[in-house]
């Protein structure tokens, strides 16, 4: 197939053309899926950052109480 005779447009053959366009769907839908990744990764560390200041306060409530009790006992 070398150069289009005169008169005549250039054309691509359909397995090209699906070929291109499955390439498209397949580009689209991995950017969709690492835009996805990315948001539920920032989800995930506003999580963690939210356990940890749980875990934080929990241990705060346990050693002031632990504190509390040390000085009821000392005069």
């Not at 580009?27 to 999580?47: G, N, S």
């Not at 875990?55 to 409530?61: A, S």
């Amino acid at each position: 197939m070398g150069e289009p005779r005169p008169g005549f447009e250039a054309f691509e053959c359909a397995p090209g053309l699906r070929l291109e366009a499955h390439e498209r769907v397949s580009a689209v839908m991995f950017e969709t899926l690492t835009a996805r990744l990315d948001r539920i990764e920032a989800l995930m560390e506003r999580l963690e950052r939210r356990l940890w200041l749980t875990v934080y306060g929990i241990v705060g409530v346990i050693l002031a109480q632990a504190l509390q009790s040390v000085l009821d006992v000392v005069p």
